[in-house]
């Protein structure tokens, strides 16, 4: 039975059958946290929990039993959600639901502060930039400011920086020394800009997105009576992804419901995974210290996976070191069980995915129904060269375009102009990469190599002002080694790297994650002999494209693989889930394994991993790999999978000639 909206004439018999239908479409303990009254509620909702479907049903049941819609407060991270919730309210009881006051908590925040701005000091005519206006106006004072020409920050991560002090709830300082040590130097010249910042954006009544939050903390905490005014007008607030909080939020909503403690909140803590754009863990874990007698509802029938996708999702997720206990079911109890198979190589576990991939399209399931998960975007490199290659379309979420990065580009161009010495575009993109090289000058050095038809050879010997050739020095050494010396290929992508490797630190403040993605593709180099053949193949455009902030899949006949970062896919599911690099020092990474928080974080991101899996769910990982910046060989899988008993996980070491395959 489904539930119907209430139209009866008579509200009692209304009421009581309405509560029956929507008793009869929930599990128990979807129903408990729908009929919850009075005190703070916190209701732990695994992945694939039916949350969405618990929240729409608490916010009609009040409605149907009398509560003004406009006493209630759905707090959400997307207006998208938000709507969603109140039209699926809508449909079960009828259109009170969509005067429910729902939102964003940013919005939240704008409506309040328009009505009380006064009372901070701030101009009721205030206005919100967004994030392209906030880049520019912190672009204008950089500008201003007489900063460094090279290694200074750009304008959009001097941005980043600014609301990472403010989600994080951290200092300007303890910003810098946790992610970007290498701006350290910069701290005195980061923290004017920053000030000059704030009081530009005062001067001219700006307030950017992390300033609502801000000033609506600052006026619930100085002006007791009006937070005691606002909170009584939504003594009923529901908040959503709990666990995707900041401090600030958290501090919002306690300043809202310490008083009435009608607060129910809704979220995971195995899905905690957003730490870097200031989620909050404690937040979650502290809630029923901070709101006393909270009561905890767990949601543990899942609706999406098979028990033995679930059964290894949670033995995965039971060894964090910080949790609530929760051991996720199904009614749907067979299913293959989930799979590590290591592959002889990175290529290897390339090339097996796709044969995968094949077989399960010839047995009818959909490319759009196939994911492979990854923990960073530049460990799906070599896959995306692969399915380019046997003509595969996939679609990229999250990450980069392997070919269209800057620092990929850059180093390339070295290579090409060996293959091709009458290549303008990449000597130009070269030479400018150098101090006070601009074009004028680059492209008169490029036409004494292209006129003379001497490629590399002619920067080595052409006369230069004194001035030039010292700036040039680095780089004729380099050609001198890359066209008098028998190198490999791998050898010639190794010598560029050690040349561009200071040019990198210069030209992007974030070069260490670059730095990366440039060792990834040397790895990707030593599969060739001829350096024509590697650059042929980097020069196919591969049929994907970018999407920075969501997924967005084709349909019909343009339906597609997904690649995606793990972190994009969050709350998606599929079919068949590949996680690949399930390797350990990739997966968890080296730089979370000696810290407890991150490393738990990390095992938090597998999980969310594992889970958006209905069907099938396989781990890989090569058998070992280098690391370039550790200089060491890694041989292990994932010490979150090695763990497993071998009843919840089957392991597979690929044969060398790959003549099995699995029993999809």
Not at 138 to 157: A, C, D, L, M
Not at 209 to 231: G, H
Not at 450 to 456: L, P, Q, V, Y
Not at 590 to 614: G, H, K
């Amino acid at each position: 039975m489904t539930a119907q909206k209430t139209t009866s004439a008579h509200p009692a018999a209304a009421l009581e059958k309405a509560l029956a239908a929507y008793r009869q479409d929930l599990n128990e303990a979807q129903w408990e946290a729908v009929i919850h009254d009075g005190g703070p509620l916190l209701v732990i909702a695994g992945a694939g929990t039916g949350k969405t479907r618990t929240l729409t049903y608490r916010v009609a049941r009040l409605v149907l039993q009398g509560v003004d819609p406009r006493a209630i407060l759905l707090l959400t991270f997307t207006r998208k959600a938000s709507r969603e919730m109140l039209r699926r309210a809508s449909a079960l009881l009828d259109d009170r639901c969509s005067a429910v006051s729902g939102g964003t908590f940013h919005a939240f925040a704008h409506g309040v502060l328009r009505r009380y701005a006064g009372r901070l000091g701030l101009d009721r005519a205030f206005t919100i930039i967004d994030r392209a206006d906030a880049e520019s106006l912190v672009g204008q004072i950089r500008k201003e400011s007489n900063v460094p020409t090279r290694g200074f920050p750009t304008k959009r991560t001097l941005t980043d920086i600014f609301s990472q002090c403010v989600n994080k709830d951290r200092g300007l300082e303890e910003i810098l020394a946790d992610g970007y040590g290498h701006l350290m130097p910069f701290l005195d010249t980061i923290a004017g800009i920053a000030r000059q910042y704030r009081e530009r954006k005062k001067l001219h009544r700006f307030l950017d997105y992390d300033d609502l939050l801000v000033e609506l903390r600052n006026l619930l905490r100085t002006d007791p009576e009006l937070c005691q005014r606002i909170a009584e007008s939504y003594p009923h607030i529901m908040v959503d992804e709990y666990q995707d909080t900041n401090r600030l939020q958290a501090d919002i909503l306690y300043l809202l419901a310490h008083r009435h403690r009608n607060l129910m909140v809704v979220g995971d803590d195995a899905q905690s995974i957003y730490s870097f754009r200031g989620a909050n863990f404690r937040n979650i874990m502290a809630f029923p210290e901070i709101f006393a007698d909270t009561r905890v509802i767990r949601l543990e029938e899942n609706y999406r996976s098979v028990q033995p996708v679930l059964s290894l999702t949670n033995a995965l997720i039971a060894g964090a070191t910080e949790k609530y206990p929760k051991h996720l079911f199904t009614r749907r109890p067979d299913g293959p069980l989930p799979r590590l198979v290591r592959t002889m190589s990175e290529n290897a576990q390339s090339r097996w995915i796709i044969d995968e991939i094949r077989l399960l399209t010839r047995r009818g399931i959909g490319l759009e129904e196939i994911a492979v998960l990854f923990r960073a975007g530049y460990h799906s490199f070599d896959l995306e060269i692969e399915l380019t290659r046997e003509g595969i379309e996939f679609v990229k979420v999250g990450g980069f375009k392997f070919m269209e990065s800057a620092h990929i580009k850059d180093l390339l161009a070295h290579l090409r102009v060996l293959v091709n010495p009458d290549d303008r575009l990449c000597w130009h993109r070269i030479l400018q990469l150098l101090d006070k090289v601009g074009p004028k000058t680059a492209q008169s050095i490029c036409d004494t190599i292209i006129d003379t038809r001497s490629g590399a050879a002619g920067l080595l010997d052409a006369p230069f002002s004194p001035r030039l050739a010292a700036v040039l020095t680095p780089l004729k050494e380099l050609f001198s080694r890359l066209t008098r010396e028998e190198l490999s290929v791998a050898q010639m992508g190794e010598a560029v790297l050690a040349y561009y490797l200071p040019l990198l630190k210069d030209l992007h403040e974030d070069h260490p994650r670059r730095a990366r993605d440039l060792e990834q593709l040397l790895e990707i180099m030593e599969r060739y002999e001829r350096l024509e053949t590697f650059l042929a193949d980097m020069a196919l455009e591969p049929p994907d494209q970018l999407v920075e902030n969501g997924l967005h899949l084709p349909s019909g006949d343009e339906r597609r693989l997904v690649l995606s970062t793990i972190h994009s896919a969050k709350g998606l599911e599929w079919h068949t889930v590949f996680v690949i690099w399930t390797l350990d020092g990739r997966f968890p990474s080296l730089r979370a394994i000696d810290t407890p928080e991150d490393l738990d974080e990390e095992r938090r991101l597998m999980y969310v991993a594992a889970t958006r899996a209905r069907e099938n769910l396989v781990f890989t990982c090569p058998m070992q790999a280098y690391d370039r910046a550790a200089d060491m060989v890694l041989d292990r899988p994932s010490r979150f999978l090695t763990d497993i008993d071998a009843d919840l996980l089957e392991s597979i070491d690929e044969a060398p000639d790959m003549d099995w395959r699995l029993d999809w």
